[in-house]
Nanobody, 115 residues
Framework: QVQLVESGGGLVQPGGSLRLSCVSS????????MGWYRQAPGNEREWVAT???????NYADSVKGRFTISRDNAKNTVYLQMNSLKPEDTAVYYC?????????WGKGTLVTVSS
């Protein structure tokens, strides 16, 4: 059974950085797309970034240039490096593993950007 477990969230000041990790149990992630999404209080869940099995990343305009998604297939892990954080980045961040016949979500990790 596949499980996704996110970690690395916490409280950070504006302008600071955090690195989120998402470890997948079960089969290898190497053939799946891996994505990060977030949901702020009172808002719908929104897409943040995706990395395909070839390693190329795509980003929402709101995080482009500040966030970097990466993956380590050997560790079955995807990362989200978040720099220059803003208060509007405050949200629960979710990891997603998906592809043909595959769609799994983690339970999320809370990121709070506040002074």
């Amino acid at each position: 059974q596949v499980q996704l477990v996110e970690s690395g969230g916490g409280l950070v000041q504006p302008g600071g950085s955090l690195r989120l990790s998402c470890v997948s149990s079960g089969s290898s992630i190497s053939l799946n797309h891996m994505g990060w999404y977030r949901q702020a209080p009172g808002n719908e869940r929104e897409w943040v970034a995706t990395i395909i099995d070839g390693g190329y990343g795509n980003y929402a305009d709101s995080v482009k240039g500040r966030f970097t998604i990466s993956r380590d297939n050997a560790k079955n892990t995807v990362y989200l490096q978040m720099n220059s954080l803003k208060p509007e980045d405050t949200a629960v961040y979710y990891c997603r593993r998906y592809g043909v016949g595959v769609d799994y979500w983690g339970k999320g990790t809370l990121v709070t950007v506040s002074s």
